[in-house]
C-alpha cells in the first residue's frame, strides 16, 4: 500500500469520525492528536513491558494493544502532514534514504 492510498483510507475514516462526533479538525486538533497517540502508544509500551499495570491481559493482547496504538499514531502522522501540505514520500527520501548505498537504493526503491 502506498501512503497516497493510506491517506485516503486515513481522511475517509476520519471524516467519518469528525462528523460522528462533530469534532471541528481545526489546526491545532491535528498537532494535539498526534500527541494524544504518542501517549496512547506510551501507555500501551509501558504495559507491554510490566512498566505499567496490564491487568489481566495476555503477552499477545498487549502486542496487540501497541500495533493498534502505533497504527493511531502513524495515521494522524499522515493527517497532520496532509493538512500542513507536508510531503513525508519526499522527506524520507532527502533525510533518509541519502544515506544508503547506491546498491541498495537499485534494489529497493
Not at 500500500?1 to 485516503?8: E, I, S, Y
Not at 491545532?28 to 507491554?48: N, P, R
Not at 491487568?55 to 502513524?74: F, I, N, V, Y
Not at 547506491?102 to 529497493?108: G, L, S
Request: hydrophobic residues 45%; aromatic residues 6%; positive net charge.
Amino acid at each position: 500500500m502506498t501512503f497516497k492510498v493510506l491517506l485516503h483510507i486515513v481522511k475517509t475514516v476520519s471524516a467519518i469520525y469528525a462528523k460522528r462526533f462533530n469534532i471541528n479538525r481545526d489546526e491545532i486538533w491535528y498537532l494535539a492528536k498526534l500527541q494524544e497517540e504518542l501517549g496512547e502508544l506510551t501507555a500501551a509500551h509501558m504495559k507491554a513491558t510490566r512498566r505499567g499495570r496490564s491487568g489481566s491481559a495476555t503477552p499477545k493482547e498487549l502486542h496487540m494493544q501497541k500495533e493498534d496504538e502505533a497504527a493511531d499514531l502513524l495515521a494522524h502522522l499522515l493527517l497532520y502532514a496532509d493538512r500542513n501540505d507536508l510531503n513525508l514520500e519526499k522527506a524520507i527520501r532527502r533525510k533518509w534514504m541519502a544515506h544508503l548505498p547506491a546498491e541498495i537504493m537499485v534494489k529497493h526503491v
